[in-house]
């Protein structure tokens, strides 16, 4: 663990306190720590992932309006990819009824009407990610300039989770 910190990468440390949260009998610590480090790397599915794993925890998620702006974003981010449903919730680990009814709320919370008008909006700039996802300011998620990541830099999700 303290190889990880003193290279001073957030993400790798992130993942070393999930392996640690797993093996150990007292997950909570481990699992905070890496859930804000994953929002300090912009990690936005590892971030969603480690919530669920809190839960799992029997632990509360910090931020709630915040964790669902997160998860506008990310669903936004994987509707740009261009997946389907069960693409989606086989890299969110949800059944396909979960991301239909996330999606459903999301459409309703920005108003778009479908799939295709939410992604042109994100796609051609007429709607940036806050717009779409609320607002992930830096007031709300401060991250140090040394990992700041644009929003296409999370739409690379189809190399990193393929689906068959």
């Known amino acids: 663990m303290s190889l990880a910190r003193s290279r001073g990468l957030p993400f790798e440390t992130a993942t070393t306190l999930l392996e640690a949260a797993d093996g150990g009998a007292a997950p909570g610590k481990p699992l905070y720590e890496a859930y804000e480090l994953f929002g300090m790397a912009g990690a936005t599915l590892w971030r969603f992932h480690t919530r669920t794993m809190l839960r799992e925890a029997g632990l509360t998620v910090p931020g709630r309006k ?25 890299i969110l680990r949800l059944n396909e009824d979960a991301v239909v009814g ?4 999301l459409l309703a919370r920005t108003g778009k009407r479908s799939r295709t008008e939410l992604v042109t909006a994100v796609l051609t700039g007429a709607s940036t990610p806050s717009d779409i ?11 140090p300039a040394a990992v700041r990541r644009s929003w296409a830099a999370d739409t690379t999700v189809r190399d990193q989770f393929p689906c068959t």
């Open 66 to 90: 915040q964790a669902t702006a997160e998860n506008d974003h990310l669903l936004a981010t994987l509707l740009a990819e261009q997946l389907t449903t069960r693409q989606i919730a086989t």
């Open 102 to 105: 996330r999606l459903t709320r």
């Open 133 to 143: 996802t609320g607002s992930l300011t830096t007031a709300t998620r401060p991250r």
